[in-house]
T-cell receptor, first 115, second 114 residues
């Protein structure tokens, strides 16, 4: 079984600063994908970034980067140059490559960006 | 390119009633998954449909059932509603069932059971 742990219920960051949201995972599968989603108050889950377990380099997508440390089973999301519109819930999720296994989500971190 | 769409946006039902939620996947996607998100929690997997069949199911009772149509759209049905079924129901689509595929989510249907 897979498990995602997000230990930060809430985080505050000053506008234009960088922030790191923590995510650790547990799985016995050798091949898997790690995902981060943003959920604004409207409810829609917005895909941000993906990291494959065999990817040698950390994934980046614009202001988002994923700090992947496979040995420590961590997949932290780094948001650079925070904007007021980044205020939302952020969910870390994972899914093994094999079979039809579903996405497993953490409990999320609420990020608040302060002007 | 239309993304994942869901209807209705909001729904209010009373205990014991039945409800049907609808989802149209993103263009080019053939796999639909449904998730329940209770307030303050992460989404929980309900089931996944591919080729009009339920392929995987989470830990949800038989009161939760679904269907996928030939055009890949899907329905989620919940019978004998309980107060605890109040949640945001999210539909996600992907271009296949493999774990390396991104899942794109719709805006959700917020169900309130009174």
């Amino acid at each position: 079984a897979q498990k995602i742990t997000q230990t930060q219920p809430g985080m505050f960051v000053q506008e234009k600063e960088a922030v790191t949201l923590d995510c650790t995972y547990d799985t016995s599968d050798p091949s898997y994908g790690l995902f981060w989603y943003k959920q604004p108050s409207s409810g829609e889950m917005i895909f941000l970034i993906y990291q494959g377990s065999y990817d040698q380099q950390n994934a980046t997508e614009g202001r988002y980067s994923l700090n992947f440390q496979k040995a420590r089973k961590s997949a932290n999301l780094v948001i650079s140059a925070s904007q007021l519109g980044d205020s939302a819930m952020y969910f870390c999720a994972m899914r093994p490559y094999s079979g039809n296994t579903p996405l497993v989500f953490g409990k999320g971190t609420r990020l608040s960006v302060i002007a | 390119d239309a993304g994942v769409t869901q209807s209705p946006t909001h729904l209010i039902k009373t205990r014991g009633q039945q409800v049907t939620l609808r989802c149209s996947p993103k263009s080019g996607h053939d796999t639909v998954s449904w998730y329940q998100q209770a307030l303050g929690q992460g989404p929980q997997f309900i089931f996944q449909y591919y080729e009009e069949e339920e392929r995987q199911r989470g830990n949800f009772p038989d009161r939760f059932s679904g269907h996928q149509f030939p055009n890949y759209s899907s329905e989620l049905n919940v019978n004998a509603l309980l107060l605890g079924d109040s949640a945001l129901y999210l539909c996600a689509s992907s271009p296949g069932t493999g774990g390396y595929y991104e899942q794109f989510f719709g805006p959700g249907t917020r169900l309130t059971v009174l």
